[in-house]
């Protein structure tokens, strides 16, 4: 008689899980990566319609006959889309745009922390060159995109 037994010994079951394990840790580890890349992405996105949208609102006057200014007041957490030659704090027309947590402005060079547009021009107000970037990043410090603006708005580099 032969003695026919097959399976899996109790050794080859922990090689395949313990493989399957570390094949499981990878997929995860680089799937939070993706997620912080897109985040970062879509909140430069954001805010670079934010920016377009406020120099143009500049260009074509908006808000009244006379025409107005408009710009772009930058806070670690969040930035503020405002209408004037100044940043008011207390206006209740501005316009709060949160980010996402985790997300960060930082390296803000402009001048008071804001950008403000020219009526009619859409130039920067008060530019220097120079001062014209700004960062966001995620927590974890590693994913960075530095946004540089010329002094006509135009966003000359984008890394």
């Known amino acids: ?3 026919n037994q097959s399976g899996f010994t109790l050794i080859e079951l922990i090689i ?3 493989i399957l394990l570390m094949l499981f840790g990878f997929i995860s580890f680089n799937l939070v990566g993706v997620q912080r890349t897109a985040s970062v992405s879509s909140t430069v996105d954001i805010l670079l319609s934010d920016i377009a949208s406020q120099q143009t609102k500049a260009m074509l006057g908006v ?3 006379s025409g107005n200014s408009y710009g772009i007041y930058f806070q670690p957490g969040e930035y503020t889309l405002f209408k004037g030659i100044t ?3 207390s206006d209740p027309n501005n316009f709060v745009v949160s980010l996402d947590p985790g997300i960060t402005l930082t390296n ?3 001048p008071s922390s804001s950008i403000v547009f020219s009526t009619g021009t859409g130039e920067i107000n008060g530019f220097l060159d120079g001062q014209n970037t700004i960062s966001i990043k995620d927590a974890q410090g590693t994913k960075i995109e ?4 010329n002094r006509y ?3 000359i ?3």
């Open 1 to 3: 008689m032969k003695n």
């Open 16 to 18: 395949v899980l313990g």
């Open 63 to 65: 808000g009244s006959a």
């Open 87 to 89: 940043y008011p704090p």
């Open 108 to 110: 803000i060079t402009f």
């Open 146 to 149: 530095t946004i540089t603006i």
């Open 153 to 155: 708005g135009v966003i």
């Open 157 to 159: 580099s984008k890394n």
